[in-house]
T-cell receptor, first 113, second 113 residues
Framework: GDSVTQMEGPVTLSEEAFLTINCTYTATGYPSLFWYVQYPGEGLQLLLKATKADDKGSNKGFEATYRKETTSFHLEKGSVQVSDSAVYFCAVNYGGATNKLIFGTGTLLAVQP | SAVISQKPSRDICQRGTSLTIQCQVDSQVTMMFWYRQQPGQSLTLIATANQGSEATYESGFVIDKFPISRPNLTFSTLTVSNMSPEDSSIYLC??????????FGEGSRLTVL
């Protein structure tokens, strides 16, 4: 069935380090791809999205490119800050009648000063 | 983006009791979704709530345990019935925008003793 596989955490980085969080999905159709972020004690917020192959979503210095050939949507940031510490969720919407989102397991990022 | 308000934001309940969570949206939406996020885990879709029809439940979730109401296009409730400690989770209401992404309420953190 449809699924999303996300890099396990926790990921611990020093401030200004480069971040990559891997995300792959099962190749059914042409889904829309999303990254959500959950800061400590808060709800989920949409971070970025991409709706077709080769699209690049970007926000707050984060980027992710829709790679259909590798069914991936890896999240990257060139220089992380302490304030980026949060849980990051990759999500896929395969469309269809219900248009429901399927989430990855989440990756905890801890950035140390 | 839609503004979603959930009540209560948190509650501590006794085993065997029931709790109703309310979700209010500041605009009319066709579909509302209820998710559960168990401690340290990802989000799992409980059901999709459509106005004017019965909710559609995902595998592993049943109406007797999680009855849902959807009286109009801006409001929904989720009841967690006959609670046990295993029901301790964050319950999140979400709506889908025309652009495809989901927006979430801040969640209702439930602890069952």
């Amino acid at each position: 069935g449809d699924s999303v596989t996300q890099m396990e955490g926790p990921v611990t980085l020093s401030e200004e380090a480069f971040l990559t969080i891997n995300c792959t999905y099962t190749a059914t159709g042409y889904p829309s791809l999303f990254w959500y972020v959950q800061y400590p004690g808060e709800g989920l917020q949409l971070l970025l999205k991409a709706t077709k192959a080769d699209d690049k979503g970007s926000n707050k210095g984060f980027e992710a490119t829709y790679r259909k050939e590798t069914t991936s949507f890896h999240l990257e940031k060139g220089s992380v800050q302490v304030s980026d510490s949060a849980v990051y969720f990759c999500a896929v919407n395969y469309g269809g009648a219900t248009n429901k989102l399927i989430f990855g397991t989440g990756t905890l990022l801890a950035v140390q000063p | 983006s839609a503004v979603i308000s959930q009540k209560p934001s948190r509650d501590i309940c006794q085993r065997g009791t029931s709790l109703t969570i309310q979700c209010q949206v500041d605009s009319q939406v066709t579909m509302m979704f209820w998710y559960r996020q168990q401690p340290g885990q990802s989000l799992t879709l409980i059901a999709t709530a459509n106005q004017g029809s019965e909710a559609t439940y995902e595998s592993g979730f049943v109406i007797d345990k999680f009855p849902i109401s959807r009286p109009n296009l801006t409001f929904s409730t989720l009841t967690v019935s006959n609670m046990s400690p295993e029901d301790s989770s964050i319950y999140l209401c979400s709506v889908r925008q025309n652009t495809g992404e989901l927006f979430f309420g801040e969640g209702s953190r439930l602890t069952v003793l």
